[in-house]
């Protein structure tokens, strides 16, 4: 006896194959929007998000609303900008799923958090922050926590100063004169001088320190992961308390910078010479 369930069908019974007449006028115009608001790094203002769709901003101005109202979009009060909201990416991630880089990083960050004893993270770049895929929490009392959606500064962050340590000197300039080098402790780099010098460094070791550059008494050690162009794509890191990671120099690098090399030939990168 056959005991297999049957699904439900993906298409009604009056579906029609034409595209032009099964599609949501307002709902296609809504993600045309989202997608040019995606593809522009640093937020974008409504007369150039109209512009940049061919509509209306009236029009572009009530389907932004319905997507802030889902947290989809967000904007800036200050600068009266509108970006891609967190929520867009909690809806994506359910594709993070079937990538390769999320999966094949996994097994990588369980043997990294193992070795050393603390949380290991992955982490993608997003303009001037970085948004946090997966994490393997250490069982300690005390470690960092970073819930898949959360942003945090890329200049302030070990995987984001990995990340820029590999873009090219006038894509760092752009995202520090859009974005700002904001102060979160005394130990922030807020300098673009002193930020090149660092980057510099990270090339040359390896592996980036967010030594309590974003939280006092936390410290993050990270390196990148690229992909088949040798493009610094992701991060992984570990976090923890900066009492409990003395070994944050060659040792724990070296570590990371391993693991991030593993990962990079997982998914069929290469890293560069």
């Keep these: 006896m056959d005991m297999t369930t049957k699904r439900s069908r993906g298409r009604p019974k009056a579906f029609n194959p034409n595209p032009e007449q099964n599609t949501i006028q307002a709902l296609d115009r809504a993600m045309a929007i989202l997608k040019v608001l995606a593809g522009r790094e640093g937020g974008?203002?409504?007369?150039?998000?109209?512009?940049?769709?061919?509509?209306?901003?009236?029009?572009?101005?009530?389907?932004?609303?319905?997507?802030?109202?889902?947290?989809?979009?967000?904007?800036?009060?200050?600068t009266q900008l509108w970006f891609v909201g967190q929520e867009a990416f909690r809806i994506g991630s359910a594709f993070l799923g079937r990538t390769s880089l999320v999966e094949q990083a996994r097994g990588v960050m369980h043997a990294l958090m193992a070795e050393t004893g603390e949380t290991a993270n992955l982490a993608i770049a997003d303009g001037g922050q970085v948004i946090f895929l997966s994490?393997?929490?250490?069982?300690?009392?005390?470690?960092?926590?970073?819930?898949?959606?959360?942003?945090?500064?890329?200049?302030?962050?070990?995987i984001g100063k990995a990340l820029l340590a590999y873009l090219p000197p006038a894509a760092v300039a752009r995202i520090v004169r859009e974005q700002g080098l904001a102060a979160f402790t005394e130990r922030t780099i807020t300098d673009p001088a002193r930020l090149a010098e660092e980057l510099a460094a990270i090339r040359a070791r390896g592996w980036a320190m967010d030594d309590e550059e974003r939280?006092?008494?936390?410290?993050?050690?990270?390196?990148?992961i690229f992909n088949e162009f040798r493009e610094a794509t992701a991060g992984v890191s570990i976090s923890g308390p900066t009492v409990r990671m003395a070994r944050a120099g060659p040792g724990l690098g070296e570590l990371v910078r391993a693991a991030a090399d593993r990962i990079t030939r997982a998914i069929g990168g290469t890293a560069p010479a």
């Design 215 to 224: 939280t006092e008494g936390m410290r993050c050690i990270a390196a990148p």
């Design 135 to 158: 994490q393997v929490e250490t069982q300690e009392p005390i470690r960092a926590f970073f819930r898949p959606g959360t942003r945090g500064p890329i200049h302030a962050s070990g």
């Design 44 to 78: 974008m203002s409504l007369t150039e998000l109209a512009e940049a769709s061919g509509q209306a901003p009236a029009t572009v101005y009530r389907v932004l609303s319905t997507l802030e109202a889902h947290g989809i979009v967000e904007t800036q009060a200050a």
